[in-house]
């Protein structure tokens, strides 16, 4: 069966995608291959490579955001960790329904896939706002930035949640058997919010940046996701039949995202840097030595108060040596004078009494 626009069927033939059992007819749509099930004390797990794959990515989302929250000062941290988090919630909820822990025949799953494509269409939302954060069209990490984004988010999810959950029980006009609005968030939406994303991203590099490796990253994590569309949508039955039925297409589509999930991560972390006097943690190699003592860097005080060049052009006399006590100096015996502190009429060590000072006049 062709691709047309508006149907799953081509699609759900091809991939086993959340939604597939819940569209097209009373049963859905069956993949024409897809990966072994696996008996688990007496369980059926569906999918379990990919399920692996869930749990990696649940994981490794974890130490992004843990990074993401380290760096306090970077621009933008409070917004692209809300992407972090929402695709942490949609994979933790799409090991639950690929693995068949929450079974289709469950009058559960509906509700769950309804939620699922909602989620999904946030994140993209998401991730298309957060394009723009770095232009400052809104300062980051202001009220004003945050609840448009999260608003914008939520309105997102729950017109997305209301087509799908509306399109499964067919509700208020939608039909599973025609689900055009479910195809246009579902296919259509991502397809939009991440080429623009990329789109952006590429102007703030070129606009606003010295450093051009980040467009390796964006390179990389466009690279990973269309890659993981192709697998998915071409060659998922060719790979679950040489592959024995051990792992199919969504296997490698859920990888191929898992890597440009943190491509993201390693872009933002490219172009944000952090002010050191308020950052916590920070790596060492970041800070710069501003003591002029340990660079070598001397700075010469010309200020006229403290020395007095002759005309001549020569060097500055030597400041004499301030006096400690009284009109008296530090002097040699060898000049006349003797050694120690010697006031007017004071102490001196050739048994001369002086009419003043130390010791009094009438001896020692």
Known sequence: MGFSFGSFNAICETAALVICPLIGSDQGVEPKCYSRNV??????????????????????????????????????RKEIVMFFWMYAVIELLALFLDSGVIPTSNAVYPWAAAIYTGLVAATYCCLLINGFVGFQFAEDGTPLSLWFLRISCLLIFGVSMFIAIATFKQLFGFNYKQPIALFIIYIIWPLICVPVYIILQLILVFRTLEDRWPIGDIIFGTAFYAGGQVLLFAFSVTICDAIKHYIDGLFFFTLCVLLSVMMVYKYWDSITREDLEFSVGSKAAVWEVKDPLLNGEYEEDNSSDRYTYNSAGGAPPVPPMPPLMGSGGYSSSNSGSSYGFKAQGGYSPAGQKGGRGYPPNGGY
Request: hydrophobic share 55%; proline share 3%.
């Open 39 to 76: 008996d688990v004390a007496g369980t059926l797990l569906f999918q379990p490579s990919t399920c692996f794959v869930h749990i990696v990515a649940i994981i490794m989302t974890a130490i992004m955001i843990l990074h993401i929250r380290s760096k306090y000062t970077a621009v933008g």
